[in-house]
């Protein structure tokens, strides 16, 4: 399974080099050049995966001869379960806090440019922040493949599925962990399965969140890690885990701005695995009767050794340092919009909190709360019933998420495993089998810690998905041993114990599945049973058009609701804060409208107010509809302006502007809602 985790990081870490290059160059992403880039990615990721091919273990060989009934039955659920995800994606439209005004608009403007390039837009004194620091900020890969997907497949309905290619990377990235850590291979397998009941993983399905892409990521890059420092241990570096290694830390550094601390500590550990084999080998030879040549192999062994990390350190910034380059040109800081400084000294501009961009940071009740109150509250899924029910459904939720399987069987697994790898390293010679797992899942749980440690904000479950990364690994291999001990009362308490944990694990994904509909948002937990997923709502999601009502149900038959469905170009005025009002961004941009609907930006205080500006702004956009707050006066010159409106939920109005005017009509029917 390693080689294949290998080929597909290869093969995500070529689709985001291909495109970024071709748009250095201005060449548009054409449908015909999207497929070209997945299939030349998919080719290479498959050469690179065979190359890796490697002999099995006389076991390994055994269940593969045999076809083991247990391997397909799991094979089978998986893909099943996969294919429900992916189901779900194409069933409900993304209605996601941040999916909506930050990640989906941003993959829009792309799209209408044909290339990923710097954002750009009118001035305006609300949008103008947002675009510069959330739209053109942080690293971008997950979108950026979503964006080529879109290109290749033509189909936007799945704009928001772009969690869902990169969800195998973390099922294949816990079976190589789980199978260096000493599990065989159905446990192995069952332990990568686990990782698609997730509760945050489902929830996010249907969103353009990138918290379930990146943990996957993670996960891949900490396999891959792993794997280099056990064969560093017993040799030469391993050139031909290189390009697969320097992809996924490459990766790893596009998918998110923490993508930073993954790759630094991994460097780090590939580095003091490298260091402590050369002087184990090499410490003792020196005063040898052939000491000069002993000296000298070790002298190129450090010599090859540097040379791996310089090479794995440029592919990765080969394939995920764009976004740092392009921030520190534009903004004179690679992290934009996070900066940093160092005893007080501001070395690169920016917020220098990056938890302090997540809002809220905590759930209700827990801001004076110790950050270890807080991880545990997380960990517990908030202690009651009613936080576990609101969290296991909520894609962004600051009381769980991470469900039980987390708390039940990964926890008390790391616990048992970690104990039984000391005693085993301690206990084995240096070249044993026994020795080699033991150190992989030692080598695992100190990079998951140190990771743990330093990734802000924790405490919050999307942000933390990845510690599966050991979580799973470590129940694969109690499993495995529970299955493997003689008959007897810790064996059947033990097995007990492993039973319940995966019944709890899928009945937990049950529930989150079945209630992504209903119980998504508070709208729609007061519209009654019929709002959750139905026979009827699943047969019928696949003729349905774009559901507006959504986020708001009472957009559905308004005047909006026809403007969302086109895609006619459309303005937006500056919005307050309140229920997130922003999100309405994010209905402009999808379905139909993807990549085709232009959307402008109107200012209040430099355009609105100004007559020439004003009838320039609208008459060369060709501007037929802008939407407006409810809660903010409109300007009186722009009130004239405007030849119909409507008011729609309560949150918004549209103003609506004749291609010819109109006479006699100007300001009679706005001159109620002017503000002074």
């Given at each position: 399974?390693?080689?294949?985790?290998?080929?597909?990081?290869?093969?995500?870490?070529?689709?985001?080099?291909?495109?970024?290059?071709?748009?250095?160059?201005?060449?548009?992403?054409?449908?015909?050049?999207?497929?070209?880039?997945?299939?030349?990615?998919?080719?290479?990721?498959?050469?690179?995966?065979?190359?890796?091919?490697?002999?099995?273990?006389?076991?390994?060989?055994?269940?593969?001869?045999?076809?083991?009934?247990?391997?397909?039955?799991?094979?089978?659920?998986?893909?099943?379960?996969?294919?429900?995800?992916?189901?779900?994606?194409?069933?409900?439209?993304?209605?996601?806090?941040?999916?909506?005004?930050?990640?989906?608009?941003?993959?829009?403007?792309?799209?209408?440019?044909?290339?990923?390039?710097?954002?750009?837009?009118?001035?305006?004194?609300?949008?103008?922040?947002?675009?510069?620091?959330?739209?053109?900020?942080?690293?971008?890969?997950?979108?950026?493949?979503?964006?080529?997907?879109?290109?290749?497949?033509?189909?936007?309905?799945?704009?928001?599925?772009?969690?869902?290619?990169?969800?195998?990377?973390?099922?294949?990235?816990?079976?190589?962990?789980?199978?260096?850590?000493g599990a065989d291979i159905r446990w192995s397998a069952v332990a990568g399965f686990?990782?698609?009941?997730?509760?945050?993983?489902?929830?996010?399905?249907?969103?353009?969140?990138?918290?379930?892409?990146?943990?996957?990521?993670?996960?891949?890059?900490?396999?891959?890690?792993?794997?280099?420092?056990?064969?560093?241990?017993?040799?030469?570096?391993?050139?031909?885990?290189?390009?697969?290694?320097?992809?996924?830390?490459?990766?790893?550094?596009?998918?998110?701005?923490?993508?930073?601390?993954?790759?630094?500590?991994?460097?780090?550990?590939?580095?003091?695995?490298?260091?402590?084999?050369?002087?184990?080998?090499?410490?003792?030879?020196?005063?040898?009767?052939?000491?000069?040549?002993?000296?000298?192999?070790?002298?190129?062994?450090?010599?090859?050794?540097?040379?791996?990390?310089?090479?794995?350190?440029?592919?990765?910034?080969?394939?995920?340092?764009?976004?740092?380059?392009?921030?520190?040109?534009?903004?004179?800081?690679?992290?934009?919009?996070?900066?940093?400084?160092?005893?007080?000294?501001?070395?690169?501009?920016?917020?220098?909190?990056?938890?302090?961009?997540?809002?809220?940071?905590?759930?209700?009740?827990?801001?004076?709360?110790?950050?270890?109150?807080?991880?545990?509250?997380?960990?517990?899924?908030?202690?009651?019933?009613?936080?576990?029910?609101?969290a296991v459904v909520s894609y962004t939720s600051r009381q769980g998420g991470l469900?039980?399987?987390?708390?039940?069987?990964?926890?008390?697994?790391?616990?048992?495993?970690?104990?039984?790898?000391?005693?085993?390293?301690?206990?084995?010679?240096?070249?044993?089998?026994?020795?080699?797992?033991?150190?992989?899942?030692?080598?695992?749980?100190?990079?998951?810690?140190?990771?743990?440690?330093?990734?802000?904000?924790?405490?919050?479950?999307?942000?933390?998905?990845?510690?599966?990364?050991?979580?799973?690994?470590?129940?694969?291999?109690?499993?495995?041993?529970?299955?493997?001990?003689?008959?007897?009362?810790?064996?059947?308490?033990?097995?007990?114990?492993?039973?319940?944990?995966?019944?709890?694990?899928?009945?937990?994904?049950?529930?989150?599945?079945?209630?992504?509909?209903?119980?998504?948002?508070?709208?729609?937990?007061?519209?009654?049973?019929?709002?959750?997923?139905?026979?009827?709502?699943?047969?019928?999601?696949?003729?349905?058009?774009?559901?507006?009502?959504?986020?708001?149900?009472?957009?559905?038959?308004?005047?909006?609701?026809?403007?969302i469905a086109g895609q006619e170009p459309a303005a937006l005025g500056g919005f307050?804060?309140?229920?997130?009002?922003?999100?309405?961004?994010?209905?402009?941009?999808?379905?139909?409208?993807?990549?085709?609907?232009?959307?402008?930006?109107?200012?209040?205080?430099?355009?609105?107010?100004?007559?020439?500006?004003?009838?320039?702004?609208?008459?060369?956009?060709?501007?037929?509809?802008?939407?407006?707050?409810?809660?903010?006066?409109?300007?009186?010159?722009?009130?004239?302006?405007?030849?119909?409106?409507?008011?729609?939920?309560?949150?918004?109005?549209?103003?609506?502007?004749?291609?010819?005017?109109?006479?006699?009509?100007?300001?009679?029917?706005?001159?109620?809602?002017?503000?002074?």
């Amino acid at each position: 399974m390693l080689r294949w985790l290998g080929g597909g990081l290869v093969f995500f870490g070529l689709c985001q080099a291909l495109p970024l290059l071709g748009g250095l160059f201005r060449l548009p992403l054409t449908s015909g050049l999207g497929i070209a880039v997945l299939i030349t990615s998919g080719l290479a990721g498959v050469l690179y995966a065979r190359g890796l091919s490697s002999p099995c273990s006389k076991r390994d060989c055994r269940y593969r001869r045999s076809g083991d009934p247990v391997i397909r039955v799991i094979l089978v659920l998986g893909g099943l379960w996969y294919l429900l995800l992916w189901f779900l994606a194409y069933l409900l439209p993304d209605s996601s806090w941040d999916g909506l005004w930050y990640h989906n608009p941003t993959i829009h403007f792309w799209a209408l440019s044909g290339r990923v390039h710097w954002i750009t837009a009118d001035y305006s004194s609300y949008w103008t922040a947002i675009i510069d620091s959330f739209w053109n900020g942080y690293p971008k890969a997950v979108e950026l493949f979503g964006f080529v997907l879109i290109r290749a497949g033509g189909l936007p309905r799945l704009l928001n599925s772009i969690n869902l290619p990169w969800l195998p990377l973390g099922v294949a990235g816990i079976f190589c962990l789980a199978r260096m850590a000493g599990a065989d291979i159905r446990w192995s397998a069952v332990a990568g399965f686990l990782f698609l009941l997730i509760p945050v993983n489902i929830t996010q399905t249907p969103t353009t969140y990138v918290d379930t892409a990146a943990a996957s990521v993670f996960i891949a890059g900490l396999a891959m890690t792993v794997a280099t420092v056990g064969r560093v241990t017993s040799g030469n570096p391993p050139w031909k885990l290189l390009p697969a290694l320097g992809c996924g830390l490459g990766l790893a550094l596009g998918v998110k701005g923490t993508g930073v601390a993954v790759l630094a500590v991994n460097m780090s550990v590939i580095a003091v695995g490298m260091i402590v084999t050369r002087r184990k080998r090499f410490g003792n030879v020196v005063g040898a009767r052939d000491g000069k040549a002993a000296d000298r192999k070790g002298r190129n062994r450090l010599r090859d050794s540097l040379a791996f990390l310089l090479s794995v350190m440029a592919i990765a910034l080969a394939v995920g340092g764009y976004w740092y380059l392009r921030n520190f040109l534009h903004t004179g800081s690679p992290l934009h919009p996070v900066g940093f400084a160092v005893a007080g000294y501001r070395i690169f501009p920016g917020v220098l909190d990056p938890g302090s961009l997540v809002v809220p940071a905590y759930a209700p009740g827990t801001g004076e709360w110790s950050q270890l109150s807080r991880v545990l509250f997380t960990w517990g899924q908030g202690w009651s019933y009613g936080h576990w029910k609101e969290a296991v459904v909520s894609y962004t939720s600051r009381q769980g998420g991470l469900g039980y399987l987390w708390l039940l069987g990964c926890l008390p697994a790391i616990v048992w495993s970690l104990a039984a790898a000391v005693g085993k390293y301690r206990r084995s010679a240096y070249f044993s089998s026994g020795r080699s797992t033991a150190q992989a899942l030692i080598c695992l749980a100190l990079t998951v810690m140190a990771l743990f440690v330093i990734i802000p904000r924790n405490h919050i479950a999307r942000f933390s998905i990845w510690i599966y990364g050991l979580g799973l690994p470590a129940f694969a291999v109690t499993a495995a041993r529970i299955s493997s001990v003689r008959n007897s009362p810790p064996r059947l308490v033990g097995k007990i114990w492993v039973a319940a944990v995966v019944v709890i694990a899928i009945l937990e994904a049950g529930y989150v599945f079945a209630n992504q509909r209903g119980l998504r948002l508070p709208e729609y937990r007061r519209a009654g049973p019929d709002s959750g997923l139905s026979l009827k709502r699943i047969i019928s999601g696949w003729g349905d058009d774009y559901p507006t009502g959504y986020v708001w149900p009472r957009l559905e038959g308004s005047r909006l609701e026809d403007l969302i469905a086109g895609q006619e170009p459309a303005a937006l005025g500056g919005f307050t804060d309140a229920v997130g009002k922003n999100r309405i961004v994010g209905h402009l941009t999808q379905d139909r409208a993807f990549g085709k609907r232009p959307i402008y930006f109107l200012d209040r205080e430099t355009v609105a107010d100004d007559p020439d500006r004003l009838r320039d702004f609208l008459s060369s956009r060709d501007i037929r509809y802008l939407i407006w707050d409810t809660d903010i006066p409109i300007p009186r010159l722009l009130a004239r302006r405007v030849d119909d409106w409507h008011r729609v939920n309560g949150l918004f109005y549209l103003l609506e502007f004749f291609p010819e005017p109109v006479n006699g009509r100007s300001g009679s029917l706005c001159s109620g809602l002017a503000g002074p």
